[in-house]
């Protein structure tokens, strides 16, 4: 699943776009930019590309050239949230039947999350939809830090 990201530059310019692995779009953008940039938000959903237009639609009256636009990164933070927020909400949730089994299990808790409104976390602010329960990790191996 893709996600859309927002980063932003000194200058008072945000990126607001979409990629399947947004660190590494951040790290080909900011090759091309003679400014240091700063990932400021991700946020993992479905129906990329209509959610995408929405948001530069809804930017439209800051935007300067292709994806960027002069505004502050809490206003685009704000927009983006807002437009995934309308489009997604936990009410739409598809009805899946729940089969037996581990894999009816899985089915259910997939459907239960995947059109569920994203959680807010802190800067970079990555935002997904979370499994219901959190897996977990083998005794005998250490978290890798990222």
């Known amino acids: 699943?893709?996600?859309?990201?927002?980063?932003?530059?000194?200058?008072?310019?945000?990126?607001?776009?979409?990629?399947?692995?947004?660190?590494e779009r951040f790290g080909a953008v900011q090759t091309g930019s003679p400014l240091p940039l700063v990932f400021e938000y991700q946020c993992e959903c479905p129906d990329i590309e209509a959610v995408e237009a929405a948001i530069h639609r809804d930017l439209?009256?800051?935007?300067?050239?292709?994806?960027?636009?002069?505004?502050?990164?809490?206003?685009?933070?704000?927009?983006?949230?807002?437009?995934?927020?309308?489009?997604?909400?936990?009410?739409?949730?598809?009805?899946?039947?729940?089969?037996?089994?581990?894999?009816?299990?899985?089915?259910?808790?997939?459907?239960?999350?995947?059109?569920?409104?994203?959680i807010a976390a802190s800067r970079v602010a990555t935002e997904a939809y979370e499994p219901t329960h959190a897996p977990r990790a083998h005794p005998s191996r250490a978290a890798v830090p990222l």
């Not at 699943?1 to 660190?23: D, E, H, L, Q, T």
Request: net charge positive; with cysteine; proline share 7%.
């Open 60 to 118: 439209q009256p800051h935007h300067q050239h292709g994806e960027w636009f002069a505004m502050h990164t809490e206003q685009a933070v704000s927009v983006v949230r807002t437009v995934i927020g309308a489009r997604f909400v936990i009410a739409d949730t598809p009805h899946v039947p729940k089969g037996r089994g581990r894999i009816g299990r899985i089915l259910a808790r997939v459907s239960e999350t995947a059109t569920r409104m994203p």
């Open 1 to 23: 699943m893709a996600c859309i990201y927002v980063f932003s530059s000194p200058n008072g310019y945000v990126k607001v776009g979409r990629a399947r692995i947004p660190r």
